[in-house]
């Protein structure tokens, strides 16, 4: 498998229910980001952990992440049908880096009125 | 809030042409970056830049890809003989560091006919 692989590739809930997507990764990172994407447009970064950082909040957005593990899982609390879009990880590598991406495949998340 | 742009929101060339994507990044970003997603696949990384040069290029990233940052604001992407398999969205992005959150744009979708 690749860097950066999301699990479910697609999730369908309703309103108001909590949304997790997994990531699992292989290489040593030095964080990793989650992005939203609307159909068809641009991505819109949500959150960045880093290595050294366990857990992160950021409104309804909730991420962690285990490098014992390397995998790292979102979460989305009371969802809204505007929270409908794919969502990526992406990890930034250790090391000496300039910001280079990897991202996964994604879920595709359904959050049904 | 400050944003990323990119023009053309969408191009149509004839196989063989050249396309020159642009981008505006972030005005006190340092770090810039292309990206493309071919329809229904992740997105993938291209080329980071910095310092004026290339800093990582990807295997994608062949001797038909140039890119410039002709002067303090713009970078742009250059595909000299297009082939059909170029079609995809291509996506620009900028870091104030190498390590932290990348912004992107929303994207030009370029179509090789």
């Known amino acids: 498998s690749q860097q950066g692989e999301e699990d479910p590739q697609a999730l369908s809930i309703q309103e108001g229910e909590n949304a997790t997507m997994n990531c699992s990764y292989k290489?040593?990172?030095?964080?990793l980001q989650w992005y939203r994407q609307n159909s068809g447009r641009g991505l819109v970064h949500l959150i960045l952990?880093?290595?050294?950082?366990r857990e992160k909040h950021s409104g309804r957005l909730r991420v962690t992440l285990d490098t014992s593990k390397k995998s790292s899982s979102l979460l989305i609390t009371a969802s809204r049908a505007a929270d409908t879009a794919s969502y990526f990880c992406?990890?930034?590598?250790?090391?000496?880096?300039?910001?280079?991406?990897?991202f996964g495949q994604g879920t595709i998340l359904t959050v049904h009125p | 809030e400050p944003e990323v742009t990119q023009t053309p929101s969408h191009q149509v060339t004839q196989m063989g042409q050249e396309v020159i994507l642009r981008c505006v990044p972030i005005?006190?970003?340092?770090?810039f970056y292309w990206y493309r997603q071919i329809l229904g696949q992740k997105v993938e990384f291209l080329v980071s830049?910095?310092?004026?040069?290339?800093?990582?290029k990807s295997e994608i990233f062949d001797d038909q890809f140039s890119v410039e940052r002709p002067d303090g604001s713009n970078f742009t992407l250059k595909i000299r003989s297009t082939k059909l398999e170029d079609s995809a969205m291509y996506f620009c992005?900028?870091?104030?560091?190498?390590?932290?959150?990348?912004?992107f744009g929303q994207g030009t979708r370029l179509t090789v006919v």
């Open positions: 952990i880093r290595s050294n950082e």
């Open positions: 005005s006190n970003h340092l770090y």
């Open positions: 992406a990890t930034a590598p250790g090391g000496t880096s300039y910001g280079k991406l990897t």
């Open positions: 830049f910095y310092n004026n040069e290339i800093s990582e």
């Open positions: 290489t040593s990172i030095n964080n």
């Open positions: 992005a900028s870091a104030r560091q190498g390590v932290t959150e990348a912004f």
